[in-house]
């Protein structure tokens, strides 16, 4: 039996790699009310900054390739009734991340969504900016 027992306490968080977000937005809205999310970290949405997207009920949050072109990119949808603060958003030709914070518990959590095409080989100094750059709490997808 599937456990789905929902509160003001939880934060319902999904994770996918869309290869191209635009093409699935029925299967995502069907499953974002289905399954009750709050967060979906979008991978590879495909945006540029001319790309109209919605999902009623949610706010989009989106970071195209730096070419803005229609390809790579990272995404964050979120339930409108959550209150967040948008941060300036990671775009490099090697990682781009879509970023947000919200206040749990007094709290300051960083969520991020993020993708890193495979053709860059990211070293590990710059693994280290992108978290340092997150703070102390975060999450990242």
């Given amino acids: 039996m599937q456990n789905n027992s929902f509160t003001s306490q939880s934060l319902v968080i999904l ?16 499953t974002l009310h289905e399954k009750r999310i709050d967060i979906a970290l979008i991978a590879e949405i495909h945006f540029t900054t001319r ?28 339930r409108s009734s959550l209150q967040f603060q948008q941060e300036p958003p990671i775009q490099e030709d090697y990682i781009q991340a879509a ?11 960083t969520i991020a969504s993020v993708y890193c095409p495979p053709k860059h080989k990211i070293n590990l100094t710059q693994y ?12 990242v997808g």
């Fill in 15 to 30: 994770l996918w790699n869309s290869n191209g977000l635009q093409n699935h937005k029925n299967e995502l809205a069907a």
């Fill in 99 to 109: 970023v947000i914070k919200l206040i749990i518990k007094h709290i300051p959590i």
């Fill in 51 to 78: 790309t109209k997207f919605s999902i009623p009920g949610y706010r989009i949050i989106s970071t195209p390739h730096p070419d803005d072109t229609a390809h790579a990119g990272a995404g964050i949808i979120i």
């Fill in 128 to 139: 280290e900016q992108f978290f340092i750059a997150l703070g102390h709490y975060f999450i």
